[in-house]
């Protein structure tokens, strides 16, 4: 790699992770030499751009661009340049797309360019006295641009005015800020370009005191029965995910709705691209009740007036709420739109805010690289039903429970894993948010024993994504042993995890999915157990965990009927033995070791004597696996036409008459 582009990518990622200066995967960065341009690729964030996101075009083939004649259609005109971009590249089968400010990059002089949106640049930009305020703090350093709607027509802007200021100051300015928009700054070296914003920033920040860290603001628990019907209120037939976030700055914007004006429309491309035109403010939150009431009377004529369903709700007290297909896009709406809360802050301080009109909104709200950054801004991923679904894994940290998880994650869906050992769940976090998925994974340490404990997990689950899908109770003890080796405290102990456990998930779990049905009433739920062969089979000298996992199936049945007009369906999966997981094969306390202690094989020497004693028990001869799981809980999941059921996955062991 050119020592250059090393620079290049070192620079990204020096601005690309800091919030002040970029969100969202916006901004752009570029190097030039004589022939060629190396600019950041489309779809391809600054915090890790790498070599392959970039993407180098031909220079003399990008200063053509200037000179063609294009339609006079606005549409037709923008398609032309893009192709007249395509043609630039240096080597077209990568397939990267060119970013629309590539011309730009390209018609300034210096090696370098550096294009970034930073939060207390734009509270001066997007203000009415922008003009005035960077004219007397800048002088002629800086070249302030009104605002001009992007693509060729900024290009051409630019072009004209850069033209100009060559012509009065013999160099191109090194610093271009762009009226409700960002800043470019460019120079021979980044060492310089880093000088150069520090400059800014230390200028403007003697014109308006920047911000101090944001105070939060603890989650209020009424929108525990608010988020769920909101998800539903503002979802099709694939809900997706609610973020939230309140903090001392954004509750200056909530009180009422003349504050609320201040953060009503968008005041840059950004804002637009991601969380749309227009924002919802919800003004009566006293109660969860009064919090759906309004959105359900507001949302058919929001829909109505402005052609789509909001992405952005203000709740008054309660802070900024994101909707969006994944935690992630929702993650990213948050970001810009309380961006757009601090650089209003900013614009009061500098005399006011200065919005864009409509017709600047509708350029580009309906401007095909805009269209395109959407839907790059949009979670990938395959299109299937469980996309983005919200499930809960109890004991999900190790074995079957920690497989379960993976697998879910794996089809893009976000995963809560509930358990009591948080160096284990922790580290099958950090795991699973290292595969792809579009999916989120979260530890919440839980012991289903606990009411309280598995009430605050579902409390958890809707403040971190808005509501629930599937509640997976896979949390399980054994202790074996005969009438006259156990005693009540271990018999005590069995029975609250494996069978009251699973009545507090079942509880927890269908408080959220009833909210969810009475906004939805087509929508399902599920609830799965993951019980046992021992459910359908009692189990010699193991009393304790047969008879948690036969009341199991008991309670199975009972809450399907109970939960079946709320489209909440129940089921029990019934594994044989998992013989490679820890239950089985830990070697201190797994079953084998349990069972040869126990005297449970009669003649077995060794753990190798009691597992084969087992495997033969098996028609298919061999334990359970967990794919043999996952392939009846997808089956459970997605048919519409079972409940109260208790399914056998045991290779033929246990066969139902």
């Known amino acids: 790699m050119k020592p250059e582009l090393k620079e290049l990518i070192s620079i990204s990622h020096l601005y690309g992770r800091d919030k002040n200066y970029v969100i969202a995967g916006g901004g752009n960065t570029s190097f030039k030499d004589e022939s060629t341009l190396w600019i950041k690729a489309s779809g391809y964030p600054l915090a890790d751009l790498s070599e392959d996101g970039l993407v180098a075009l031909k220079r003399d083939k990008l200063q053509l661009i200037s000179s063609n004649k294009y339609s006079e259609n606005p549409s037709e005109r923008e398609e032309q340049v893009k192709q007249y971009l395509f043609k630039s590249l240096a080597d077209p089968s990568l397939n990267k797309r060119p970013s629309v400010e590539t011309s730009l990059h390209n018609l300034i002089q210096y090696s370098y360019v550096v294009h970034l949106h930073p939060t207390l640049i734009n509270g001066v930009l997007c203000s009415r006295n922008a003009k005035n305020i960077i004219n007397r703090l800048f002088g002629e350093a800086a070249l302030f641009i009104p605002y001009t709607d992007p693509g060729y027509i900024l290009f051409k802007k630019l072009e004209d005015e850069i033209i100009a200021y060559r012509a009065k100051y013999s160099s191109d300015p090194k610093i271009i800020l762009l009226e409700n928009h960002g ?124 052609g789509f369903t909001p992405k952005v709700l203000v709740i008054k007290d309660m802070g900024i709420f994101a909707f969006a297909e994944s935690f992630a896009s929702a993650e990213s709406v948050l970001d810009i739109y309380e961006d757009l809360v601090r650089i209003s802050y900013y614009a009061v301080k500098c005399g006011g805010i200065k919005f864009l009109t409509p017709e600047q909104v509708s350029f580009i709200d309906k401007w095909e690289v805009e269209n395109y950054r959407r839907k790059i801004a949009q979670a990938p991923g395959s299109d299937n039903r469980l996309n983005n679904r919200i499930a809960i894994v109890t004991g999900g940290a190790q074995g079957f429970g920690a497989g379960i998880a993976e697998a879910l994650y794996l089809k893009n869906m976000n995963v809560v894993i509930a358990d009591m050992n948080e160096v284990t769940g922790s580290a099958l976090v950090e795991k699973l948010s290292s595969l792809k998925s579009t999916g989120k994974a979260l530890f919440v340490k839980t012991d289903v024993a606990d009411p309280e404990s598995v009430k605050e997990l579902a409390m958890a689950t809707v403040m971190n994504f808005g509501g629930l899908d599937i509640m997976i109770s896979n949390a399980g003890i054994l202790r074996a042993g005969g009438l006259d080796e156990m005693d009540p405290e271990a018999f005590s102990k069995t029975t609250s995890v494996n069978y009251s456990g699973y009545f507090h998930c079942a509880k927890y779990s269908a408080e959220v999915m009833r909210i969810q049905h009475k906004e939805n009433p087509d929508y399902f739920s599920d609830i799965i157990q993951i019980n046992s062969k021992s459910g359908l089979r009692g189990s010699n000298r193991n009393f304790a965990y047969a008879g948690a996992k036969f009341g199991g199936i008991g309670l199975t049945q009972s809450f399907a009927l109970e939960l079946a007009p709320d489209r909440i369906k129940v089921n029990s999966i019934c594994p044989g033995n998992f013989y490679e997981g820890p239950l089985w094969s830990d070697p201190h306390n797994g079953l084998f070791v349990q069972y040869l202690k126990a005297g449970k094989v009669p003649g077995a020497k060794n753990i190798d004597d009691v597992r084969k004693f087992y495997e033969d028990q098996v028609p298919m001869k061999r334990g359970c696996r967990l794919e043999d799981v996952m392939k009846a809980i997808f089956y459970i999941i997605d048919q519409e036409y079972e409940t109260g059921q208790a399914i056998p996955v045991t290779g033929g062991q246990v066969m139902l008459g």
């Open 183 to 306: 800043s470019f700054v460019s120079a021979d070296t980044t060492d310089e370009i880093k000088s150069i914003y520090e400059e800014i920033i230390s200028a403007i920040s003697s014109e308006v005191k920047p911000l101090e860290e944001a105070i939060e603001i603890p989650y209020n628990k009424i929108l525990h029965k608010a988020l769920p019907a909101l998800r539903m209120l503002l979802a099709g037939e694939k809900p997706g995910v609610i973020r939230h976030r309140n903090n001392n700055i954004i509750s200056e914007f909530y009180k009422n709705q003349q504050e609320f004006h201040k953060i009503s429309l968008p005041l840059t491309p950004d804002i637009i691209v991601y969380c749309k035109t227009r924002y919802m403010y919800v003004e009566h939150s006293s109660t969860a009740e009064k919090i759906v009431e309004s959105v359900r009377y507001q949302l058919p004529r929001f829909r109505e007036e402005y």
